[in-house]
């Protein structure tokens, strides 16, 4: 039986997710993304009549919306000190699955220049402005003023960031741990409104 044409473009998205986490923006070509998903050239401009940058900016945003609604499960189900560890948890194991070679796809096209292709980066402003906007909602619901709330959601998602890029380069979790037990220590004691 022949798979489905949905089939071979899920695939070529969740190959490109993948190459951006391990090989970034500039490295993710169509044949990389075919070659480790077997998907028919053909399929490429018949799923992406954009070529690659269609094909890499629909990764982004589906890379995006998959880590949004776990955020949104993690913060809307736990207290935020939890949901940091949860969080922190799937990094961990992210990171030492892979042998430290996978990390965020939507950090990877955030620090490429990308001039060919703008709106890589306005993909990824747009999913971490989502990010930050579910984590500043979880801690204004736990009694945080909106404006601090705001300013320590901004905090979080640049500290995992850069805590990730830092494990990766390093092979090493102690940068997420560091940033996790700041974290820890940091958002419980923000002031919260009586």
Same mark, same amino acid.
Do not use: K
């Given at each position: 039986m022949r798979p489905r044409q949905g089939d071979a473009r899920r695939r070529m998205i969740e190959g490109a997710v993948e190459s951006l986490r391990v090989h970034g923006a500039s490295a993710?070509? /169509?044949d990389r993304v075919l070659s480790a998903t077997g998907a028919p050239r053909?399929?490429?401009y018949h799923h992406f009549?954009?070529? &690659?940058?269609?094909l890499i900016n629909d990764a982004v945003v589906t890379a995006g919306t998959v880590m949004s609604e776990f955020i949104e499960r993690l913060t809307h189900d736990n207290d935020p000190v939890t949901a940091l560890d949860l969080f922190g948890s799937m990094w961990r194991r992210t990171l030492t699955d892979s042998d430290f070679r996978?990390?965020?796809?939507?950090?990877?096209v955030a /620090?490429?220049?990308?001039?060919?292709?703008?709106?890589?980066?306005?993909?990824?402003?747009d999913i971490f402005?989502?990010?930050? &906007?579910?984590?500043?909602?979880m801690l204004i619901r736990d009694g945080v003023p909106a404006p601090r709330a705001r300013t320590l959601a901004t905090l979080t998602v640049a500290a995992f960031e850069g805590a990730i890029a830092l494990c990766r380069a390093q092979h090493d979790i102690t940068p997420l741990?560091?940033?996790?037990?700041?974290?820890?220590t940091l958002i419980p004691t923000a002031p919260r409104t009586p």
């Open positions: 993710t070509s /169509v053909g399929s490429v009549p954009g070529g &690659r940058t269609e996978a990390g965020c796809p939507i950090f990877a /620090v490429e220049t990308n001039d060919d292709a703008p709106e890589f980066a306005r993909a990824a402003a402005a989502r990010w930050e &906007r579910l984590l500043a909602d741990d560091n940033v996790l037990d700041e974290l820890r």
